[in-house]
């Protein structure tokens, strides 16, 4: 029982009470890509203050030695090596890496889409990929880089080519639009937003996200259920409209890929079950977007659902579930929506993989 409590502390409760440490058995060496950027530098940060990573290694383009100088002062066991491309490179980062996360990538713009995205962050997740596919070939892998909907596939497609995929690894991270959903919900209802655990499923853009507030028995009609919708499927356009030009969510989006680590990390050194509320809900049951059986029959080979993590990534695949009438209604636009951003992602990088 102590131990069970004491390995479910919180990041931020294992700082402060200095009662928990990571063990030999339990090293583990965490990736970040894009390391240098608006996520990757706090998304680093939190992985240097979690007692669970062992290793830091940070890549990017340009930059990365300088984050990993200032984040190696903060006084938790980790190391903390900086990576590019002129230095020791990708591949002695990515090498014995057990996760990897990649927000490598451009952000939007007022105005943009997240499909918008797609020319640029194509080519940069399918070469990321690769590296890791040689590097790391059994890593979780995390994609956090948008548009999500589409950079998953190309991520699949870069390690079936180089015959290394296993579908229980790879990752789309969409814990921000669980978090979001909480916190809007919690606004609304005036609740504790560290107790609420909105179940969000489907994909990581727009009409593609969709909120399961009639699981946590929460009604909603009208203006207010609307409102509520549109801010969980839209949450990331008034980040991007707030910032003017300036980048979209950053510090939310590290969060959520630092829970979401936590909770692959807590799932790999062996608890089961959904675990006490901590870190932001932390737990190893989380939706993410992976290669799903679901609704395979559709075409949408892809999707968000909870999904049980486990020593060796996804451990099962949840059905969606009950959901009201009107839910049912979001999620037939979402699978029409999603079906064509993965076949878009299928094509390109079938007719872009390079050598
Ligand atoms: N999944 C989500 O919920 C979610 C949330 C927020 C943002 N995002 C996405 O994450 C991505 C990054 O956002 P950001 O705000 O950190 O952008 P940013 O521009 O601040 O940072 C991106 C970083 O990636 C680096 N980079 C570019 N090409 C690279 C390459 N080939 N190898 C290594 N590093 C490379 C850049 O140098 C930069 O430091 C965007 O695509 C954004 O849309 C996703
Ligand atoms: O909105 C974006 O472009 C970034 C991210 O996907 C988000 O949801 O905030």
């Not at 491309?85 to 890496?97: F, H, M, N, Y």
């Not at 707030?242 to 990390?265: H, I, N, Q, V, Y």
């Not at 679901?294 to 059905?319: M, W």
Request: include cysteine.
């Amino acid at each position: 029982m102590f131990a069970a409590r004491q390995a479910s502390q919180s990041v931020f409760g294992a700082v402060q009470r200095r009662t928990f440490s990571a063990t030999a058995s339990n090293a583990t060496k965490v990736a970040v890509l894009g390391a240098a950027g608006g996520i990757g530098q706090p998304l680093s940060l939190l992985l240097k203050l979690n007692p669970r990573v062992t290793e830091l290694a940070l890549y990017d383009i340009k930059g990365a030695p300088g984050v990993a100088a200032d984040i190696s002062h903060i006084n938790t066991k980790s190391t903390v090596k900086g990576y590019e491309p002129s230095g020791a490179g990708i591949k002695e980062c990515l090498t014995g890496a057990e996760i990897v996360l990649i927000p490598a990538g451009v952000p939007r713009k007022p105005g943009m889409t997240r499909d918008d995205l797609f020319n640029t962050n194509a080519s940069i997740v399918r070469d990321l990929a690769k590296a890791a596919a040689d590097a790391c070939p059994e890593a979780n892998i995390l994609v956090i880089a948008n548009p999500v909907n589409s950079t998953v596939p190309i991520t699949a497609e870069v390690f079936k080519s180089k015959g290394v995929y296993n579908p229980k690894r790879l990752f789309g991270v969409t814990t921000l639009d669980v978090v979001r959903a909480s916190r809007f919900i919690s606004q609304l209802k005036s609740t504790d937003p560290a107790t609420e655990n909105i179940t969000v499923v489907g994909g990581h853009s727009g009409a593609t996200i969709v909120p399961l507030l009639s699981q946590a028995g929460y009604t909603l009609e009208g203006a207010e259920r609307d409102e509520y919708i549109k801010r969980v499927q839209f949450g990331g356009d008034e980040v991007v409209q707030a910032k003017g030009g300036a980048g979209s969510a950053t510090l939310s989006m590290a969060m959520a890929g630092a829970r979401f680590a936590e909770s692959l990390l807590k799932a790999a050194q062996g608890q089961s079950g959904v675990v006490e509320p901590t870190y932001g809900q932390s737990g190893v049951v989380e939706p993410t977007y992976v290669d799903s059986p679901l609704y395979k029959d559709q075409g949408v080979t892809y999707f968000a659902s909870q999904v049980e993590l486990g020593p060796n990534g996804v451990e099962k695949i949840h059905p969606v579930g009950d959901m009201s009438e009107f839910e049912q209604g979001l999620l037939d636009v979402c699978l029409k929506d999603l079906k064509s951003n993965i076949e878009k992602g299928e094509k390109w990088v079938k007719e872009n993989m390079g050598n």
